[in-house]
């Protein structure tokens, strides 16, 4: 009996300690998340993704969504498909045109959905509406802000050299960076490893040093397993992946990110 009394009170004090730790827990207050959470040094490159991240895709998105017979409904559909192939395509130690592999997802939605696009119309559709978009309100005066506090700003993009060469030229963005870095040139697509370590070889800087800026959850889960620091636009309908390490910064526009960093010393 005097056993059992002894046992529940030693239980007892366990269960009050491990009450004492459950909100840190619940609350993700871990010691891993605190030391991401207060790591406020500069990394020497900002990496900027550009569909989504710099560039409003609504245009686009109308242009494809009447590709598909006015099915909008069908543009997640498209845009998974089109990055599904992608990784395929790099998988199997290919590399095609980012915005070709976006054509040949339009017609295998179509096909899907009881209708068809030829390839010539397909790529039509995706190289017009990709070219041409416009920057996010605010994303010239946050790029303008970091610039000046010193950051060194490279854009970072599964699209092909001339493709964002174009779209920078359209969106007024060219000036903001120091260079513009595309998979084209390695072969491979985000989220593959090999293309962010060989970003950071390309800027001469250790990947530690780097920092991914994107709107898409894939793109910072890669960045991060490929030991990169990571801020996180939430566009809307966009979400981190809940099994990948924790973000760093995370908002809702480039604004507020860029508050954040020029706090970093």
């Given at each position: 009996?005097?056993?059992?009394?002894?046992?529940?009170?030693?239980?007892?004090?366990?269960m009050?300690?491990?009450?004492l730790?459950?909100?840190?827990?619940?609350?993700?207050?871990?010691?891993?998340?605190?030391?991401?959470?207060?790591n406020?040094?500069?990394?020497?490159?900002?990496?900027?993704?550009?569909?989504?991240t710099?560039?409003?895709?609504?245009?686009?998105?109308?242009?494809?969504?009447?590709?598909?017979?006015?099915?909008?409904?069908?543009?997640?559909?498209w845009?998974?498909?089109?990055?599904?192939?992608?990784?395929?395509?790099?998988?199997?130690?290919?590399?095609e045109?980012?915005?070709?592999i976006?054509?040949?997802?339009?017609?295998?939605?179509?096909?899907?959905?009881?209708?068809?696009i030829?390839?010539?119309?397909?790529?039509n559709?995706?190289?017009?509406?990709?070219?041409?978009?416009?920057?996010?309100?605010?994303?010239?005066?946050a790029?303008?802000?970091?610039?000046?506090?010193?950051?060194?700003?490279?854009s970072?993009?599964?699209s092909?050299?001339?493709?964002?060469?174009?779209?920078?030229?359209?969106a007024?963005?060219?000036?903001?960076?120091e260079?513009?870095?595309?998979?084209?040139?390695?072969?491979?697509?985000?989220?593959?490893?090999?293309?962010?370590?060989?970003?950071?070889?390309?800027?001469?800087?250790?990947?530690?040093?780097?920092?991914?800026?994107?709107?898409?959850?894939?793109?910072?889960?890669?960045?991060?397993?490929?030991?990169?620091?990571?801020?996180?636009?939430?566009?809307?309908?966009?979400?981190?992946?809940?099994?990948?390490?924790?973000?760093?910064?995370?908002?809702?526009d480039l604004?507020?990110?860029?508050?954040?960093?020029?706090?970093?010393?």
């Amino acid at each position: 009996m005097k056993n059992n009394r002894r046992n529940f009170i030693k239980n007892l004090g366990i269960m009050g300690t491990t009450g004492l730790l459950m909100p840190n827990i619940v609350l993700g207050n871990t010691q891993e998340n605190k030391n991401i959470m207060t790591n406020t040094t500069r990394p020497k490159v900002l990496f900027f993704d550009v569909n989504e991240t710099l560039l409003d895709l609504t245009q686009m998105k109308k242009q494809v969504g009447k590709a598909l017979n006015g099915r909008e409904d069908l543009l997640s559909l498209w845009f998974t498909t089109m990055l599904q192939y992608s990784l395929v395509t790099t998988a199997s130690g290919q590399y095609e045109h980012f915005g070709n592999i976006g054509a040949a997802a339009l017609q295998m939605v179509a096909a899907n959905n009881g209708f068809s696009i030829s390839e010539k119309e397909a790529r039509n559709v995706i190289v017009n509406s990709l070219r041409g978009l416009p920057a996010h309100p605010e994303v010239k005066v946050a790029l303008a802000q970091l610039k000046k506090e010193g950051y060194k700003l490279v854009s970072f993009t599964n699209s092909s050299n001339e493709g964002v060469k174009k779209q920078f030229e359209s969106a007024g963005l060219t000036d903001y960076f120091e260079e513009r870095l595309s998979v084209e040139d390695v072969g491979k697509f985000k989220p593959f490893t090999d293309t962010y370590a060989w970003a950071a070889r390309k800027m001469g800087v250790k990947s530690e040093e780097c920092m991914l800026i994107a709107a898409h959850g894939w793109d910072v889960a890669g960045a991060v397993w490929a030991g990169w620091r990571a801020a996180f636009i939430s566009r809307p309908g966009q979400q981190l992946f809940p099994l990948a390490p924790k973000t760093e910064i995370v908002e809702s526009d480039l604004q507020k990110v860029a508050d954040v960093l020029v706090t970093y010393k």
